[in-house]
């Protein structure tokens, strides 16, 4: 399918142009770059909402309820399960989509797992590309379910507008998720699996570690297995989303910024893979000064790397 043919069926909400739109940017096919120049500037601009939590916390069920909350609403929603990379072929590995099989017949809900393609911050170029290709198709709400919990998941608040942390009464998670510091860039905190009691443990855990910092932390408990708090927890995001409007805004500029530096740090790779001129100073040898080598790589792009010939 030509670009031309592929954009208007994009914007036109056709799932299926969506998805191939998605394999040719993720996969980055001929004319990818074509494809995302001509979707801007973007009419939409979607709700996005990041979850994470330790493996086992239940993100994927909740995202369940979420989904069918939503849709009551009224509201054209995706979910991008963002799976480790096979080391294989670069695809995803778990397949979060699969556990959200039930949705999967609704033409407003969008399903698909990406590969974070062993980026550091957990969420790669290609997740930011997506994400606009999904406003492009007028999706109302981007639910982004995140790996697991530690210090490379802070990457989702560069690309989320409101994070959500997942816990659990009983789990023990928490020691590991305040050493990592990832409770900090949480911005409601959810303490699933209430059932199972010791839930308001839980909760004033996550208040007494904010006790002294003047922030008071929004959690809502909830429980999959009873469908209980999933309307609270919706209808908190949505009051968090109003009373912070400005601070949303202002996040909005620095996820511009982290979207701007990865496809600059990307287009700096291509052109240090094309210039043979740099290899020997890549590989170079093993007792030399690595930061010398990088400052000529960087005199060399500087001057036009490739496209300038050898003084």
């Known amino acids: ?46 709700l996005k909402i990041g979850i994470t939590g330790a493996p086992g916390s239940g993100k994927s069920s909740l995202i369940e309820r979420m989904i069918a909350g939503l849709r009551r609403q009224g509201k054209s929603l995706a979910v991008l399960a963002v799976d480790p990379s096979s080391p294989i072929s670069g695809g995803a590995l778990l397949g979060d989509r699969l556990r ?41 709400v981007i639910l982004i379910e995140t790996v697991g919990v530690g210090q490379s998941e802070v990457d989702i608040v560069n690309v989320a507008d409101v994070v959500l942390m997942i816990l659990n009464p009983e789990s023990g998670d928490e020691i590991q998720v305040f050493k990592a510091g990832v409770i900090e860039i949480a911005d409601l905190f959810v303490v699933n699996k209430s059932d199972l009691g010791g839930s308001d443990g839980k909760i004033a855990e ?3 570690y904010f006790a002294f910092s003047g922030r008071e932390p929004l959690v809502f408990p909830t429980s999959v297995k ?12 949505a009051r968090f989303q109003e009373r912070e409007r400005g601070r949303i805004g202002e996040k909005s500029a620095r996820m511009r910024q982290s979207y701007i530096e990865k496809i600059v740090i990307e ?11 740099l290899a020997p100073l890549l ?7 690595p930061y010398q080598a990088a400052e000529k790589i960087i005199a060399t792009l500087r001057k036009g790397g490739l496209h300038d010939k050898e003084d």
């Not at 940017?25 to 001929?30: D, G, I, L, P, Q």
């Not at 009873?226 to 995001?237: H, K, N, T, V």
């Open 206 to 208: 996550i208040r007494n």
């Open 100 to 140: 959200m099989i039930q949705h999967s017949n609704d033409p407003d809900v969008f399903i698909r797992s990406i590969a974070n393609r062993g980026h550091l911050g957990g969420l790669s170029l290609s997740t930011h590309e997506i994400i606009d290709l999904l406003q492009a198709a007028a999706k109302d």
């Open 1 to 46: 399918m030509k670009i031309s043919e592929l954009l208007p069926r994009l914007k036109g909400k056709d799932p299926v142009a969506l998805a191939r739109a998605i394999s040719i940017v993720e996969n980055r096919k001929k004319d990818y770059q074509k494809l995302l120049e001509a979707i801007y500037p973007l009419e939409n601009r979607a």
């Open 226 to 237: 009873e469908d209980r708090g999933i309307p609270e927890l919706l209808e908190g995001i």
């Open 283 to 289: 590989r170079g040898d093993a007792a030399a000064n």
């Open 267 to 277: 287009r700096v790779q291509e052109e240090m893979s094309r210039d043979g001129r």
